[in-house]
């Protein structure tokens, strides 16, 4: 998709700063929709219409993760979060209400752009099934499936819902089974930026996927924590 046909809605109560972002995105090509309510944002969102969702959290009416859980329901674009508090309880709940992304206000439009390109991309890709030729299509251990190309999982014969993020996570880890991958890889690999040593994304992440995969969440057996190193996805553990 190119730059030019990408419809973006912002959620944003503070007109100054939605201007300035509309105002910044718009030149690049972008076609920008503002809605400064959480609860108007839902009852006129239109799917169909909307490639990305830039969600502000404080929002009145219904506040951003409110938004972000309907929104999701009806939604498998990427949905980035804009937040002024530094909370990690924020980030984790948004993220785990469906949230790609999430950047902390203040912050520099070109910055927002490129963090909304890269999303694009990443969703563009899915979409057309971009990848490298010599990558399997599908990776299967026992009785767990994953398909690229379909970006389904099925385990015990059952689909798996995930979102994007969670089925590009458990693929890298599959992907390279049998080896320890640190939160730096990873996050290197998902966000395309170095990995600051703070951001939760990646635990968030995985212990999603534990429980949605079945795995014991205390003492998992499957996509296990190898402490000072990483993540292994463990080959031999799904029957």
């Given at each position: 998709m190119e730059a030019?046909?990408?419809?973006?809605?912002?959620?944003?109560?503070?007109?100054?700063?939605?201007?300035?972002?509309?105002?910044?995105?718009?030149?690049?090509?972008?076609?920008?929709?503002?809605?400064?309510?959480?609860?108007?944002?839902?009852?006129?969102?239109?799917?169909?219409?909307?490639?990305?969702?830039?969600?502000?959290?404080?929002?009145?009416?219904?506040?951003?993760?409110?938004?972000?859980?309907?929104?999701?329901?009806?939604?498998?674009?990427?949905?980035?979060?804009?937040?002024?508090?530094?909370?990690?309880?924020?980030?984790?709940?948004?993220?785990?209400?469906?949230?790609?992304?999430?950047?902390?206000?203040?912050?520099?439009?070109?910055?927002?752009?490129?963090?909304?390109?890269?999303?694009?991309?990443?969703?563009?890709?899915?979409?057309?099934?971009?990848?490298?030729?010599?990558?399997?299509?599908?990776?299967?251990?026992?009785?767990?499936?994953?398909?690229?190309?379909?970006?389904?999982?099925?385990?015990?014969?059952?689909?798996?819902?995930?979102?994007?993020?969670?089925?590009?996570?458990?693929?890298?880890?599959?992907?390279?089974?049998?080896?320890?991958?640190?939160?730096?890889?990873?996050?290197s690999r998902m966000?395309?930026?170095?990995?600051?040593?703070?951001?939760r994304t990646v635990?968030?992440?995985?212990?999603?996927?534990?429980?949605?995969?079945?795995?014991?969440?205390?003492?998992?057996?499957?996509?296990?924590?190898?402490?000072?190193?990483?993540?292994?996805?463990?080959?031999?553990?799904?029957?």
């Amino acid at each position: 998709m190119e730059a030019e046909n990408i419809r973006l809605l912002l959620v944003e109560d503070d007109l100054r700063l939605a201007q300035l972002v509309r105002d910044y995105i718009e030149p690049q090509g972008f076609t920008v929709t503002v809605q400064h309510r959480g609860d108007q944002a839902v009852t006129e969102f239109l799917p169909q219409m909307t490639d990305i969702v830039i969600l502000d959290l404080m929002l009145p009416g219904l506040d951003g993760l409110q938004v972000c859980q309907q929104l999701r329901q009806q939604f498998d674009g990427p949905i980035l979060i804009l937040t002024a508090q530094k909370s990690d309880i924020n980030h984790v709940m948004g993220l785990e209400l469906g949230a790609d992304d999430f950047v902390t206000k203040p912050i520099e439009p070109p910055v927002l752009l490129a963090r909304i390109r890269a999303l694009m991309r990443r969703a563009n890709s899915q979409q057309h099934g971009i990848e490298v030729s010599t990558r399997p299509h599908e990776l299967q251990f026992g009785r767990l499936s994953i398909n690229l190309k379909a970006q389904q999982v099925i385990l015990d014969d059952q689909i798996i819902e995930l979102t994007t993020q969670e089925f590009d996570l458990l693929w890298l880890l599959a992907e390279n089974a049998g080896t320890v991958l640190s939160r730096d890889q990873i996050f290197s690999r998902m966000r395309g930026i170095e990995y600051n040593g703070m951001d939760r994304t990646v635990d968030v992440r995985i212990s999603r996927l534990r429980k949605k995969l079945l795995d014991n969440t205390d003492q998992p057996k499957r996509l296990k924590t190898v402490w000072g190193k990483g993540y292994l996805f463990v080959a031999d553990a799904w029957g």
